[in-house]
């Protein structure tokens, strides 16, 4: 049974650029959402999608957008990347909106 | 954006010594969760409480979810050198505003 995947492991953009991240939820699971883990801080939430819809979103501005897709996986996107977006990109994912979330293994984006 | 009052920051225990952590918030929240992280890793889910006053246990692992529900408590008993890593409190509100509001995380260090 696999757990939550995210792809790709590592990332390296220029500031401006636009990235693209991927994330397959864990089996039965509908739900997911994203975080975002500066060095030596706790993941600060950035939104969650349930049944294809961006259900609540955290306290980032519009460059972040996102997507969920029919059979349930999702993308993160930033535009105009800045280095302060330099982070580990964590998925979760969870068997509806309330339940626990289990996290992937991250996404470590360096903007230079 | 908001993070939880997580302490301590940092622990140096012998192996075979319990370990106590704590977690605070000025906000209520209807689930607490604990997660571990290890280097390079997505946090994994140790403990989920779900009502006030709440005691779980996993293995040597206790969790209690605080009579305010301002608050969390973790203990970790007869420490081993596999338990070394980063511990993560978080606290989600639930009632539509289901993303984690994580703490900065206590440090796990055990001197063998």
């Known amino acids: 049974d696999a757990g939550v995947t995210q792809s790709p492991t590592h990332l390296i953009k220029t500031r401006g650029q636009q990235v693209t991240l991927r994330c397959s939820p864990k089996?039965?699971?509908?739900?997911v959402s994203w975080y975002q883990q500066a060095l030596g801080q706790g993941p600060q939430f950035i939104f969650q999608?349930?049944?294809?819809?961006?259900?609540q979103r955290g306290n980032f501005p519009d460059r972040f957008s996102g997507h969920q897709f029919p059979n349930y996986s999702s993308e993160l996107n930033v535009n105009a990347l800045l280095l302060g977006d330099s982070a580990l990109y964590l998925c979760?994912?969870?068997?509806?909106?309330?339940?626990?979330?289990?996290f992937g293994p991250g996404t470590r984006l360096t903007v230079t | 954006g908001q993070q939880l009052n997580q302490s301590p920051q940092s622990m140096f225990i012998q192996e075979g010594e319990d370990v106590s952590m704590n977690c605070t918030s000025s906000s209520i929240f209807n689930t607490w969760l604990w997660y571990k992280q290890d280097p390079g890793e997505g946090p994994v889910l140790l403990i989920a409480l779900y009502k006030a006053g709440e005691l779980t246990s996993n293995g040597r692992l206790t969790a209690q979810f605080g009579i305010t529900r301002k608050d969390s408590f973790l203990n970790i008993s007869a420490s081993i050198p596999s338990d070394v890593g980063i511990y993560f409190c978080a606290g989600q509100s639930g009632g539509g505003a289901d993303g984690l509001t994580f703490g900065k995380g206590t440090h796990l260090i055990i001197q063998p």
């Open positions: 089996s039965g699971h509908d739900t």
């Open positions: 999608y349930y049944e294809e819809e961006e259900r």
């Open positions: 979760a994912s969870s068997g509806g909106p309330g339940r626990e979330q289990y």
